[in-house]
Nanobody, 125 residues
């Protein structure tokens, strides 16, 4: 089992920045691919970013590429999502997820076994 706890969400004006953190406990953190997803009201959960076990490989949704950066610190069992140049359309509940390193993409929720409870990000215009 892996327990994931997100933090760092909040209310920010458009153009501002936030850094989300996801702390993991339980099984070996470094053995998991980590992902960030988000879900806005009335919409499906969508992929935001993913990072490999070592942190050497990352991938992003087109909508956040160039604005968001995912990173991890395996010594601290934590994955981060730095969000810059935020837009109102980034408003959503953000979730971190942990999954096995058996998929090539990491774009889909079904590829992850463990999820955090989510943290709200609200961007005002």
């Amino acid at each position: 089992q892996v327990q994931l706890v997100e933090s760092g969400g909040g209310l920010v004006q458009a153009g501002g920045s936030l850094r989300l953190s996801c702390a993991a406990s339980g099984r070996t953190f470094s053995s998991f691919v980590m992902g960030w997803f988000r879900q806005a009201p009335g919409k499906e959960r969508e992929f935001v970013a993913t990072i490999s076990r070592s942190g050497s490989s990352t991938d992003y949704a087109d909508s956040v590429k160039g604005r968001f950066t995912v990173s991890r610190d395996n010594a601290k069992n934590t994955v981060y999502l730095q969000m810059n140049s935020l837009k109102p359309e980034d408003t959503a509940v953000y979730y971190c997820a942990a999954g096995p390193p058996i998929y090539t993409s990491g774009y889909y929720p079904r590829q992850y076994d463990y999820w955090g409870q989510g943290t709200q990000v609200t961007v005002s215009s």
